[in-house]
């Protein structure tokens, strides 16, 4: 069962512009991650952030949590043509049997 | 470099052809996962193995099955292929379950049903 919709579907934008990509759910969870997946590649974790946690970096990546509005968002800052790629938010709980439920991604494409 | 490795990257099979596709690692991790991911979709789930213990998701039908001979490999094994189980199919690896760890995923094997 889905349980990430993230918005928007695809975003496009120019090197150098931020790009803000966002995760909605529908229950309690332990953690949610962001994965990065390049065209016909596999998935590379990016960033882990706990239910406890408000907010996480890693260089260019800010994820931020919002879990009273059951949502995430993640933040790549000064994006460069090799951030084109879809992005995936995915939630883990212990009821979900610690499996990750992956939303449907958004398709990130920056033009140089 | 620690990793997880699957082979073949690219497998075409024949309607009804029974195909066999492998992961490996080498990151010692407890729990490996099967993922199928169509185009512009999200991974889906097949099955998991929790050290030697199989946990099947309900949806996954029964001609996907696997094998988990020891730690370090794991298999999808496809007994009569459709056309619709033409997709990409992902390995992943974790450390203990996702409600606490990250996965590491594999390439992906792209399989082509003719």
């Known amino acids: 069962s889905q349980q990430g919709e993230e918005d928007p579907q695809a975003l496009s934008i120019q090197e150098g512009e931020n790009a803000t990509m966002n995760c909605s759910y529908k229950?309690?969870?332990?953690?949610l991650q962001w994965y990065r997946q390049n065209s016909g590649r596999g998935l590379v974790h990016l960033i882990l952030?706990?239910?406890?946690?408000r907010e996480k970096h890693s260089g260019r990546l800010r994820v931020t949590l919002d879990t009273s509005k059951k949502s995430s968002s993640l933040l790549i800052t000064a994006s460069r043509a090799a951030d084109t790629a879809s992005y995936f938010c995915?939630?883990?709980?212990?009821?979900?049997?610690?499996?990750?439920?992956f939303g449907q991604g958004t398709e990130l494409s920056v033009k140089p | 470099d620690a990793m997880v490795i699957q082979n073949p990257r690219y497998q075409v099979t024949q309607f009804g052809k029974p195909v066999t596709l492998s992961c490996s690692q080498t990151l010692n991790h407890n729990v490996m996962y099967w993922y199928q991911q169509k185009s512009s979709q999200a991974p889906k789930l097949l099955f998991h193995?929790?050290?030697?213990?199989?946990?099947n998701e309900a949806d996954t039908p029964d001609n996907f099955q696997s094998r988990r001979p020891n730690t370090s490999f794991c298999f999808l094994d496809i007994r009569s292929p459709g056309l619709g189980d033409a997709a990409m199919y992902l390995c992943?690896?974790?450390?203990?379950?996702?409600?606490?760890?990250?996965?590491?995923f594999g390439p992906g094997t792209r399989l082509t049903v003719t």
């Open positions: 229950t309690s969870i332990n953690n």
């Open positions: 952030i706990r239910s406890n946690e």
């Open positions: 193995y929790y050290d030697k213990d199989f946990n």
């Open positions: 995915a939630t883990a709980s212990y009821n979900q049997g610690g499996k990750l439920i």
């Open positions: 992943a690896t974790s450390r203990g379950g996702s409600s606490m760890y990250e996965q590491y």
